[in-house]
């Protein structure tokens, strides 16, 4: 036992030193010194979604997108521990957890085997809940899924779906609404406390002061359509901001759009910017709620971009250079002026969930990549 805890103890330390050296911590970017708290914060990404993901849709849909309209754009720097360009899950735990993993990871640090006991202290739901706030998880992707699972469970691998529900099972949030994982049974939800449901009716019957585990219909979500009563995205948004705004200490909620990213992985253009466009409504209901709330700040981003997207000036057309994740920069929309971000400025993914936490009026102690 003893060698065993000098050897966490040696592995800490070197977390500790590499944090410093390579940006798992992260420093204060331009504009963190001055911001304001907020009550409440929605945290909304879009899976894949870049610069020229936006701008297709634009194009392809004919119509002003709800971010358009957002006061603040700056930029992510997307990119794991191990890897120039991450995977959704080392993706994930940057915007969750505010660390830097490998590809693969679910809310854990970067050594592997030992990542079973050295897991990130927090993520923002976590860190929400120890302020008293609420928090919700809302996602198109299975429950399990490697983004919604980085902010609601912490796993050495994206592909252990029954150790992620498990860890989802055991925690403290509110509400977890996705597609329908293999391990999430009605009988599980009863024994930890959560309503299982299945349906836009099941959600909308749901009332103040409950907590709710969905498992949506997936060809339902994948294809927009409502064939078995299935919400679309912008409707669990609402819905789950109602649930969730009546905690007097406030609400985290993250809701993520994922199939901007599964269709851009098939280059199928029709399919990603009608996705986007739905994530854009869902959006808008986030920024309508905020606006007249006065104390919300909705933030919108993506993990990564898919598909290489690029722009063809002689032909006015946007096209798929690959069917893979890339490295470059993705878009940060801000609806507020005040709260740390700053246009045209670039920061890695890493110091966004530092600076969200800050935000929620977390400290060092409760969210420890804060550095003041």
């Known amino acids: 036992m003893t060698a065993i805890k000098t050897i966490l103890s040696l592995a800490l330390s070197a977390l500790i030193c590499i944090s410093g050296l390579f940006g798992m911590t992260g420093k204060k970017a331009t504009g963190h010194e001055d911001y304001k708290t ?21 194009k392809m849909k004919t119509a002003e997108l709800a971010m358009d309209n957002m006061p603040v754009l700056c930029e992510s720097q997307t990119r794991s521990f191990t890897n120039k360009v991450t995977d959704s899950a080392a993706g994930g735990t940057a915007l969750a957890c505010g660390v830097r993993t490998y590809n693969g990871a679910v809310g854990v640090y970067l050594f592997n085997p030992l990542a079973n006991y050295l897991h990130v202290p927090a993520n923002l739901t976590e860190v929400a809940i120890e302020n008293g706030k609420l928090a919700g998880v809302v996602t198109t992707d299975k429950t399990s899924g490697a983004t919604p699972a980085s902010f609601s469970a912490h796993a050495v ?92 200490d406030g609400f985290f909620l993250m809701v993520e759009g994922a199939h901007i990213d599964k269709n851009s992985h098939r280059n199928n253009f029709d399919g990603a910017t009608s996705h986007l466009a739905e994530f854009s409504d869902a959006i808008q209901v986030a920024l309508d709620y905020a606006a007249q709330d006065g104390d919300t700040l909705v933030l919108v981003t993506a993990d990564h971009e898919t598909g290489g997207i690029t722009y063809n000036a002689e032909t006015d057309e946007y096209y798929y250079t690959t069917g893979s994740h890339t490295g470059v920069n993705v878009p940060v929309y801000v609806s507020a002026t005040d709260a740390g971000f700053v246009t045209g400025e670039a920061y890695k993914n890493c110091e966004i969930s530092v600076q969200l936490a800050r935000v929620m009026g977390c400290d060092e102690k409760q969210f420890p990549r804060i550095k003041n």
């Open 38 to 58: 907020y009550k409440n914060v929605i945290l909304m990404i879009g899976d894949g979604m870049g610069f020229n993901t936006i701008a297709a849709t634009r």
């Open 157 to 248: 691998a994206r592909g252990n779906e029954k150790n992620i529900s498990n860890d989802q099972m055991k925690s403290e949030l509110t509400l977890l609404w996705g597609c329908a994982s293999d391990s999430v049974t009605a009988e599980k939800c009863a024994k930890n406390g959560f309503d299982y449901i299945t349906t836009a009716t099941e959600m909308n019957s749901l009332e103040e002061g409950s907590r709710s585990f969905a498992q949506f219909d997936w060809d339902d979500i994948a294809g927009i359509k409502n064939d078995n009563d299935t919400p679309r995205i912008a409707e669990m948004t609402e819905k789950a901001i109602d649930l969730l705004d009546d905690d007097e």
